[in-house]
């Protein structure tokens, strides 16, 4: 593509600020193409093989617009909670997604961080103040050490059942706690929470059903389909 023609694109798809979650307008079929290339090559450059295989193509396209903020499927205000067999490559595709937004759009409110469940909890169970005191760091989970602001995060491995190193920690309080101050966060300032997960929402048996019904308020449902990807 010609770089006058490369120019125009970013400037007419670019917002200046944040105020919403739309960062460009993929009605505009030329700056559609142009960042979706930039993110399948981005994806190759991760990901031996990658493909975008046909049973997921309106999946992708369906988040690739919420990303960009454009209206479609899936509610602008909720997060994404991605389901689907084992190894099918959900958390590498929310590892691009984030390493995507960070690269192109670092203004905008909708790039997060990646997170798994083991991390919540190795953090948990290790963290102490300097008088050997348990801190409370599920807030590391939900506020920055540096701004103080809510963070916009995805969990990968929701659901997941952890093995015997956390003897003597109650893992299902953990995550429940977790996931009820990021309702929290949701519900005051509007911070988004994602997830991955092997298991449908029915499925899962490590939280409350008070934080189930509170997942129906928070995330969009989507299933990510396919073959296990792991050799």
């Not at 400037?11 to 600020?17: G, Y």
């Not at 193509?57 to 690739?64: G, P, V």
């Not at 949701?186 to 509170?214: I, M, W």
Request: charged share 25%; aromatic share 14%; hydrophobic share 30%.
């Amino acid at each position: 593509m010609e770089p006058k023609k490369i120019s125009q694109i970013m400037a007419c798809s670019q917002t200046s600020k944040s105020t919403d979650y739309k960062i460009c307008d993929l009605s505009n079929k030329d700056v559609e193409m142009w960042y979706k290339s930039i993110f399948y090559g981005m994806a190759c450059n991760r990901i031996k093989d990658f493909k975008i295989h046909a049973e997921n193509k309106e999946t992708l396209n369906a988040i690739f617009s919420y990303f960009h903020g454009n209206k479609g499927t899936l509610d602008l205000n909720k997060g994404i909670y991605l389901f689907g067999d084992f190894g099918v490559g959900k958390t590498s595709l929310f590892s691009i997604f984030s390493i995507y937004l960070s690269s192109l759009f670092s203004f905008s409110k909708n790039g997060f961080g990646n997170k798994s469940i083991e991390e919540v909890i190795e953090s948990y169970k290790n963290e102490k103040d300097e008088r050997g005191n348990k801190r409370n760091s599920i807030e590391n989970f939900v506020f920055s050490d540096n701004s103080g602001l809510p963070i916009q995060l995805c969990f990968h491995e929701i659901g997941k059942e952890i093995n015997e190193k956390y003897y003597g920690t109650d893992v299902n309080q953990v995550v429940n706690t977790l996931m009820m101050r990021r309702y929290d966060i949701f519900q005051k300032h509007g911070t988004r929470t994602h997830a991955t997960s092997n298991y449908s929402p029915n499925e899962l048996k490590c939280f409350d059903r008070a934080v189930l019904d509170r997942f129906k308020e928070m995330f969009n449902f989507v299933e990510w389909k396919g073959d296990s990807l792991r050799i």
